[in-house]
């Protein structure tokens, strides 16, 4: 399984948009970026995925490099809710396991 | 829909006793998954299911065994619980394992085993 690369730890002002990078040098052609985030004392959840192209949703904004060995998550303006861990994930083949690691702590200050 | 539901909330253990983890989905979905969580860490994949009456092991699948005789069901079971599987305990579930899949996650378990 690919691996991805994030920061441990990431602070944010309220209101400010917050760019949470995330590096997959391993990234194969079948390999989609997913984004998961978790919030204290609960599960994960989805909030974006994409395979090539740029993609936003009512969450968030994810941008994928071209050469797609890095991509950005984009909070366009942080709230003190969107404090969490956020996963970035490769996904592939038929089993389509979701392998998560260490995740970046994102902290939003008032 | 009640999306993915799991039982108990909270579980004590001794070592040696052996219990069920149950995961429900009333969303069709054929993927299931069971992840644990230990303090401070990421999840990791303990089994998943393609569909009915297939399963595979993750990365830690020691200590735990799986079955899917329905497509809404996937309980995990621990056969003599020990301290290191003291953890939170995540099921999941989405449509398919394509992974252009959302996966939607349960509010887990939390299972104490001294």
């Known amino acids: 399984d690919a691996k991805t690369t994030q920061p441990n730890s990431m602070e944010s002002n309220e209101e400010e948009p917050v760019h949470l990078p995330c590096n997959h040098s391993?990234?194969?052609?079948?390999?989609?970026i997913h984004w998961y985030r978790q919030l204290p004392s609960q599960g994960p959840e989805y909030v974006i995925h994409?395979?090539?192209s740029n993609v936003n949703n009512r969450m968030a904004s994810l941008a994928i490099a071209e050469d797609r060995k890095s991509s950005t998550l984009i909070l366009h303006r942080a709230t003190l809710r969107d404090a969490a861990v956020y996963y970035c994930?490769?996904?592939?083949?038929?089993?389509?396991?979701?392998?998560f690691g260490q995740g970046t702590t994102l902290q939003v200050k008032p | 829909n009640a999306g993915v539901t799991q039982t108990p909330k909270f579980q004590v253990l001794k070592t040696g006793q052996s219990m069920t983890l149950q995961c429900a989905q009333d969303?069709?979905?054929?993927?299931m998954s069971w992840y644990r969580q230990d303090p401070g860490m990421g999840l990791r994949l303990i089994h998943y299911?393609?569909?009915?009456?297939?399963?595979d092991q993750g990365e830690v699948p020691n200590g735990y065994n799986v079955s899917r005789s329905t497509t809404e069901d996937f309980p995990l079971r621990l056969l003599s619980a020990a301290p290191s599987q003291t953890s939170v305990y995540f099921c999941?579930?989405?449509?398919?394992?394509?992974?252009?899949?959302?996966?939607?996650f349960g509010p887990g378990t939390r299972l104490t085993v001294l």
């Open positions: 999941a579930s989405r449509l398919t394992s394509g992974s252009y899949n959302e996966q939607f």
């Open positions: 391993t990234i194969s052609g079948t390999d989609y």
């Open positions: 994409g395979l090539t």
């Open positions: 994930i490769l996904t592939s083949g038929n089993t389509g396991k979701l392998i």
């Open positions: 969303m069709n979905h054929e993927y």
């Open positions: 299911s393609v569909g009915a009456g297939i399963t």
